[in-house]
């Protein structure tokens, strides 16, 4: 996971005044007329979730607005697709995001709301309670939900420090490489922080989803490793995944599944010394042009 710079809040109260109205449907008048008053009390709950960091509390709900605008602030958030009058929320939104921010595998393309909307309406176009994320990690996401807040890191508010917490371990044996992911949960964190980055881990799928990328990943960098094996032998095989680690760390960030695959293996002492060449074979007449 890694955090997001929070969206604006400028379009609040414009986004409500075009999006919530009346409007005339199969003969009957729906939606909700909604009041410069009322506006101040749904921008009162955006500000209690952004004050409580978006957790989850009864407040958020709305009760006490009527009904018939809570339901419309619900449907309002169809209004975000493209052609639609709040089409802006959602170019906001996906603004400078490519990859999702919970796995960092697949472009973010859906908005996530971190607290739902079946159950805290209100808050179904407020834009901090909007993440941009990608379609296997949105739909896991549903059934892991904690409804008292204390389930799921927000990307927005949950700031993560600038340590290593996603940790790879490597096993070469079987003539394989094989890696699993974990959080380490030793890692300086913020209270309560390395059990629900687990606990989303596992709810998202995230070690096995990488794992399927792993193999592919690696031997994109097949050539450039026997290029520097060849050169510098196990001190040039180091190099080159220190270089290539760095590189990724600054394009994605450093607990991005890259970057932290690229450190495991730098430090395997199998792999640097020789195993790569076992696991990501090029053929010798290849190997032969490289002498040529």
Avoid at 39 to 56: H, K, P
Avoid at 108 to 120: G, I, K, M, N, V
Avoid at 128 to 144: D, E, F, I, T, W
Wanted: glycine letters at 8%; proline letters at 5%.
């Amino acid at each position: 996971m890694r955090n997001l710079p929070a969206p604006t809040r400028d379009s609040d109260r414009a986004d409500l005044k075009k999006a919530i109205c009346l409007y005339r449907y199969g003969g009957e008048t729906l939606g909700h007329e909604i009041t410069d008053a009322e506006i101040d009390a749904v921008i009162a709950l955006y500000d209690r979730y952004e004050e409580d960091g978006g957790s989850a509390c009864t407040a958020l709900k709305g009760l006490p607005l009527p009904a018939s605008l809570r339901n419309a602030i619900h449907a309002a958030y169809d209004k975000t697709q493209e052609g639609r009058v709040l089409q802006s929320v959602r170019e906001l939104l996906f603004s400078d995001v490519e990859l999702c921010p919970i796995c960092g595998i697949d472009p973010a393309t859906e908005l996530d709301h971190h607290l739902p909307r079946s159950t805290f309406k209100p808050l179904a176009i407020h834009t901090r309670n909007l993440v941009p994320m990608c379609h296997p990690c949105n739909h896991a996401k549903l059934a892991g939900f904690d409804v008292d807040g204390g389930g799921f890191l927000h990307p927005y508010y949950d700031l993560l420090p600038d340590v290593d917490f996603l940790q790879a371990a490597i096993d070469l044996s079987g003539g394989a490489l094989v890696v699993s992911f974990a959080i380490d949960l030793a890692v300086a964190l913020p209270e309560g922080y390395a059990m629900r980055l687990s606990g989303q881990m596992q709810a998202l799928s995230l070690e096995e989803r990488y794992q399927q990328e792993v193999n592919t990943y690696i031997s994109s960098h097949a050539a450039a490793l026997h290029l520097a094996f060849r050169g510098s032998g196990q001190d040039g095989v180091r190099k080159t995944l220190r270089l290539q680690t760095r590189y990724e760390t600054k394009a994605f960030h450093r607990n991005h599944w890259r970057p932290t695959l690229l450190r495991a293996l730098t430090l395997d002492d199998a792999f640097t010394g020789g195993v790569f060449a076992e696991i990501l074979p090029v053929p010798n007449d290849m190997l032969e042009d490289l002498d040529d």
